[in-house]
């Protein structure tokens, strides 16, 4: 557009807050419902001048966003980490050009003291934890196969770390599905035959586990009763297969905070207070959903 579009609503070009924000990717419904969150809020009427780029789950791009927020002197960073190692140069440069960082969804451990102003996002470990302990007390038999998200990630390694510290010893395997559908369906179908035994998927997100149900029809076996699957996210398209009996129990993960994340993003743009953490709500579902609420979740 032109210069005169970003003037309108409850701002000009001159005052709205100049944010670059770094998406990791579109890999699931979860990330495309915070992607729409995210733009929902950080609007111009809102009083920001949104930049917003998709790094397509590659770190290279991520840090190669950053460094152009940087060049470009934006006013506040958000970024959503595919990984969480790796930051330490582009954290440290942000920290030199004065600009403050705001950490959206998954977590940094990185050298640099004090690399970011606030964190929101979920307790991914409290969620493997619920996911554990719905098996502990329903399943203490089942065999377990995990299918991991990212390598790497927060929301990997501390769902991993959160269920196994309840139920560690009935997993029989593990492998990465990258949090896709397509690669969820493709280490089920490997996993099918490494791990014949196996009675259950924990599945760190919906999507994989989508995939792992058509990997598991594909092996005639019933996903739900032959191999029952618990899943993370609650995306409208998890809730139906927990409706329909193919997944067993979902714990959700909340994508919905661009709320929140605008009113933060504004009050470090104004040099105020904000707390280091925002620890969005959840819940859990099982099979007792109805079909009514499942077709009245937002995303
Ligand atoms: O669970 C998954 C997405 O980091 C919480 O990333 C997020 C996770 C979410 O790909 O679906």
Redesign the pocket.
Known sequence: GDAQSDVGGGGDAGSAIRVGYSQL?A?????TA?TESVKENLTAANGFDLVFVDAQQKQENQIKALRDFIAQDVDVIAF?PVVETGWDDVLQEAKDAGIPVVLV??TVDTTVSDPYVTHI??D?AAEGKKAGDWVAENAPDAKIFELQ??LG???QVDREEGFDAVVGEQVIGKASGN?TRAEGRTATEAALQAYPDMTMIFT????MGLGAIEAIEAAGKAPGTDIQIVS??AVRDGLQALVDKKFNYVVE?N?AFGDQLAELVKKVANGEDVPKETVVEETTFDQTITQAQVDARPY
């Open positions: 990717g890999e699931s419904g979860w990330r915070n959503s969804d998954r996002g979920s991914f998200g990212t990630s927060g929301a949090f760190h997100n919906d999507d993370v996210d993960c994508p």
